[in-house]
C-alpha cells in the first residue's frame, strides 16, 4: 500500500462522514446528459462512494475503483443495502489495474487525480481516454491554483484553467468541453476547484 492509501485507509471513517452527503447534483447535470442511457461509467478513485451511487441509482452502469480497500467495502456495503448489486462493482485499484480498452461512455475523477505528480497526469489521462468509448466523456476535478506538494499528509497537484487546457490539449483524442470553476461544498473550506470536462473525438 502507497502512503496516499495509507492516509486514506487510516482516516477512511472521517473521510466518508465529511464526504458521502455532499449534493454533487449540479456536476452530475453537467456529466450524465452526455452519456447514453443505462451507460458504463468508471469512476475513479471513489473514495466515499457518493457519486458511484448516485450514478448506479439514476440507472448507470457502474465500476467503482479505489486503491483503498476501506472505500472499497464501504461501497460494497452500500450497494448491497441499497439493492444496486448487479449495476455496481466497487474494486480495488488504481490506474495501473486498469486494462480496459473503449468500455466506458463516462470517466468521473472527482477529485482523484489531483494526488498525482504533474509528470505523471499526461500518462494516466492517456490511459483513461483509452478506457472510454469513442464519444466517451472524462470529468476530473483538482483544486484551483498552482500549488504542487504534500497538504495534511496528503501530496496534492493544483491547476490553473490555462494549466488544465493544455493537459488535455495533449492527450491523444480528448478534446475540452468545458471548464468551469466551483466553490467547496463543504462550509468550513475557503477554497475553490477547477473542473474539467474533456470528450474522446478521435474516431
Request: glycine share 8%.
Amino acid at each position: 500500500m502507497m502512503p496516499m492509501e495509507n492516509w486514506y485507509q487510516d482516516n477512511a471513517p472521517a473521510f466518508i462522514a465529511a464526504t458521502a452527503q455532499l449534493d454533487l447534483s449540479e456536476l452530475y447535470a453537467r456529466f450524465l446528459p452526455l452519456l447514453p442511457p443505462q451507460g458504463q461509467i468508471l469512476d475513479f478513485g471513489c473514495g466515499s462512494g457518493r457519486d458511484s451511487l448516485a450514478f448506479a441509482r439514476a440507472g448507470f452502469a457502474v465500476l467503482g475503483l479505489d486503491p483503498c480497500a476501506a472505500f472499497v467495502a464501504h461501497l460494497r456495503q452500500e450497494s448491497e443495502q441499497q439493492g444496486l448489486v448487479g449495476v455496481l462493482e466497487a474494486r480495488l485499484g488504481s490506474v495501473e489495474a486498469l486494462a480496459a480498452h473503449e468500455r466506458f461512455d463516462g470517466i468521473w475523477a472527482c477529485a482523484s487525480l489531483l494526488h498525482l505528480p504533474k509528470a505523471e497526469l499526461p500518462e494516466v489521462l492517456a490511459r483513461l481516454a483509452g478506457a472510454l468509448k469513442p464519444s466517451g466523456v472524462l470529468y476530473a476535478s483538482f483544486k484551483h491554483g498552482s500549488f504542487a506538494g504534500e497538504r495534511n499528509g496528503r501530496y496534492f497537484t493544483d491547476l490553473e484553467p490555462e494549466a488544465a487546457d493544455a493537459l488535455v490539449a495533449q492527450t491523444p483524442g480528448l478534446v475540452l468541453r468545458e471548464l468551469w470553476q466551483t466553490e467547496d461544498l463543504r462550509p468550513e473550506r475557503a477554497e475553490s476547484w477547477l473542473n474539467v470536462l474533456a470528450q474522446r473525438l478521435d474516431v
